[in-house]
């Protein structure tokens, strides 16, 4: 399928789910950044503990590599209404409907042929404990790794995109990536 002929197709089934926000770019407008992987480190009490982030996801220039072997980026945001968003449990709550939507897609994406990779704005949280790093992943097929995980800047990506990053009040803004080829 060509890639026009794909978008289209992509973003006939969109309306049927809860996506704000969406923009078509190429892997170039990715910046990949060794600060943001310093921020992991020294902020993020996931760091360490998880397949779906650092140092498990590998180096930044490995996730650079793995996100270059694909042709195309779709970049997404959903939208949650928490009762106060300076809590952070609260917030992070809200994280499973994102990566349902997530999912929705890599299926409408599988369906035009494409294979993906799909990145998420926060750690993965479906095992109550990650086997990192004892065992492999439980569900390598459903684990969506960490957007700043990969040392990604996601404010500029958002900036490139024409994405609104902060919808401000009570509202998280969760940002999706799919990088896409075709199988
Ligand atoms: S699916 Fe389970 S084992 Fe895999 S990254 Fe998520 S929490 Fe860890």
Redesign the pocket.
């Known amino acids: 399928m060509a890639e026009q002929e794909m978008q289209t197709s992509v973003e006939q089934e969109l309306l049927q789910l809860p996506i704000v926000q969406y923009a078509w770019l190429k892997i170039q407008d990715v910046t990949f950044s060794e600060r943001v992987r310093t921020i992991c480190r020294q902020e993020c009490p996931r760091y360490g503990k998880?397949?779906?982030c650092p140092p498990?996801v590998g180096s930044v220039q490995q996730c650079q590599e793995r996100c270059g072997r694909y042709d195309g980026l779709f970049v997404f945001t959903t939208i949650a209404e928490v009762q106060d968003i300076t809590n952070m449990e609260e917030t992070l709550a809200t994280r499973g409907g994102h990566e349902e939507v997530t999912r929705q897609l890599q299926k409408l994406f599988g369906e035009c042929g494409l294979e993906t990779l799909a990145l998420s704005g926060d750690?993965?949280?479906?095992?109550?404990?990650?086997?990192?790093p004892e065992?492999?992943?439980?569900?390598?097929d459903?684990?969506i790794?960490c957007i700043e995980g990969y040392g990604i800047v996601t404010p500029l990506l958002a900036e490139k995109a024409g994405i609104v990053f902060d919808n401000g009040g009570n509202l998280v803004t969760w940002f999706g990536l799919l990088f896409y080829r075709a199988r």
């Open positions: 998880s397949w779906a498990g750690s993965c949280a479906i095992c109550p404990e990650c086997a990192y065992q492999p992943c439980r569900f390598p459903r684990m790794p």
